[in-house]
């Protein structure tokens, strides 16, 4: 999950914050001013952390019993030659079976993006055995707390959230430059070190190993199966949450950015009932992706080429989906932004859409408060749950008597994601990208191994990572039958966090379900 200060890297953009108007690979404080944003150990084998914790601990949904055992620590991150770069906070579930850990179980290694973001929204949000239940677009209150979670993966597969460095409680050892962590190559690498420190440490290196990220960690997760593979370690499945894959999208003024927004615009204009009046939603945002592709997609290559009269037409056509005035629109020359659409939607009603899930809404800033930098990163599907999910999450920690320092990063973009190293290795290119496309990454990953089976989930309401650009930026890639068989796309009525939904959680829970079985 991108959260409130995750915004955008630029006013119109999808993930980094918008207070951070200049590029995400500018560079950043010095390495040593870094270090002192977030806690850090030293390189020795003795660290002074918070002691390990474990506890039994039993889930039910009313038909179905399970005990299982949770374990809260860290694990080791080790260059190859054993210097310790830092110690990755976790959080394991295994199901018991005769009071034992079932080591034959799949395992599946859950976090977030960001980058800068920890793992509490996928495991108390969406799939952990516990989770704060939602209650549609409205605000949940203190008063709601974590309850056994009827829609948990640990019925398929044992869990394992991670937090990567820098954020929750997961510390740099003294010495490690943020830079060897703190970037796309980096930080898949830290990963990789982590995972196979968790598969030795509890003997699971013949459990089938499942991989799922959300947001930014769809990133990470491209470029962990390829690597993984390289190092000897075998993955069955690869989940990509509210996935973006090409940064290429967030850049400032890239067409691929507004083409991406079309039909989630459209899908939200229909839930406040601006256009599409009567149409099935998937039906109407099917539409839209089609008119994106045919019509839209044209008219932004041709520039000022296509001419005043075409221009007209189409913005005519686009008022007709994403339900904003025709002028305003021309005066875009077609290029609506997120931020016009938050803005302009339910204007007369002086409210404001939602970036993460664009269904919630919320009382339009004050006069004074005009940047918008500041207003990109305002966030009504965020401020809805994010408190209590922590809250719970704290008092689960306690339960299972794990005592962390009163500071918990959940969101540390400020230190982590601000210096983020975007320049990444494409495979076989012999080039380093300023912008990575690692749908380059899972292409390679699953021509070297189609065993691997591939999950892509999204939502229609998610203006954070649009499902557009996904469908384009694998459909770009020119798989084989063979390959693209072990492929699968699961597109629902919710936003950036899927789990926010109940009705999406449950129809997700039987998806994955169905993937975890498939041999």
């Known amino acids: 999950m991108d959260q409130k200060d995750n915004a955008a890297q630029q006013v119109t953009s999808s993930l980094a914050p918008a207070s951070q108007t200049t590029s995400p690979a500018a560079g950043g404080k010095a390495t040593d001013e870094l270090t002192k944003s977030f806690p850090t150990v030293p390189a020795s084998p003795q660290l002074p952390l918070s002691a390990p914790a474990q506890k039994r601990m039993s889930w039910s949904d009313g038909k179905r019993f399970m005990d299982y055992l949770v374990s809260v620590g860290y694990l080791d991150v080790r260059k190859d030659t054993g210097a310790l770069e830092g110690k990755m906070f976790s959080i394991t579930y295994e199901r018991l079976s005769d009071g034992q850990p079932d080591r034959s179980r799949p395992v599946t290694f859950c976090y977030n993006g960001g980058p800068g973001c920890a793992s509490v929204p996928v495991n108390f949000g969406g799939f952990g055995p516990k989770r704060v239940p939602t209650d549609g677009v409205r605000h949940l209150p203190s008063s709601k707390h974590a309850q056994d979670n009827p829609y948990t993966l640990l019925v398929d597969s044992d869990l394992v959230f991670l937090d990567a460095l820098g954020t929750g409680y997961s510390p740099l050892a003294q010495g490690t430059d943020p830079k060897d962590v703190f970037g796309v190559d980096g930080d898949a690498d830290a990963f990789c070190r982590a995972i196979t420190d968790w598969l030795e440490s509890h003997q699971r290196w013949d459990s089938p190993v499942y991989l799922l990220g959300e947001s930014y960690g769809t990133v990470r997760n491209a470029v962990l199966m390829r690597l993984m593979g390289e190092r000897g370690v075998k993955l069955t499945g690869v989940i990509m949450l509210s996935a973006i894959w090409n940064w290429v999208q967030t850049l400032p003024g890239e067409d691929l950015y507004y083409l991406g927004m079309v039909p989630t615009f459209a899908a939200t204009a229909q839930y406040f009932g601006k256009v599409g009046k009567g149409v099935d939603p998937d039906e109407w945002f099917d539409r839209a992706m089609q008119w994106t592709d045919q019509v839209y997609a044209p008219a932004l290559l041709a520039g000022d080429r296509l001419g005043a009269d075409r221009e007209k037409e189409v913005a005519q056509q686009l008022s007709e989906f994403i339900g904003l005035d025709p002028a305003f629109i021309r005066r875009r020359h077609l290029r609506v932004s997120l931020e016009d659409e938050r803005r302009e939607l339910l204007a007369d009603e002086e409210r404001v859409c939602g970036r993460l899930d664009m269904r919630f809404s919320s009382d339009a800033p004050g006069y004074a408060q005009q940047s918008w930098g500041w207003f990109a990163g305002e966030d009504a599907a965020d401020d809805a749950v994010n408190a209590v999910w922590n809250s719970a999450f704290r008092s689960f920690l306690n339960q299972v008597g794990f005592h962390g320092p009163a500071r918990y990063l959940d969101s540390n973009y400020e230190s982590v994601g601000v210096n983020w190293q975007w320049s990444h290795e494409e495979p076989g290119t012999d080039e380093k990208a300023g912008a990575p496309n690692v749908t380059v990454d899972i292409a390679c990953a699953l021509r070297r191994d189609p065993t691997i089976r591939l999950m892509v ?27 693209k068989k072990n492929v699968e796309f699961h597109r629902y009525g919710c936003g950036h966090m899927a789990y926010v939904d109940e009705p999406t959680l449950r129809q997700m829970s039987a998806d994955l379900h169905e993937f975890y079985q498939k041999k």
């Open 457 to 483: 989930l999204g939502g229609r309401y998610d203006a954070a990572t649009t499902w557009w650009n996904v469908v384009f930026e694998l459909s770009r890639q020119f798989l084989s039958p063979q390959v």
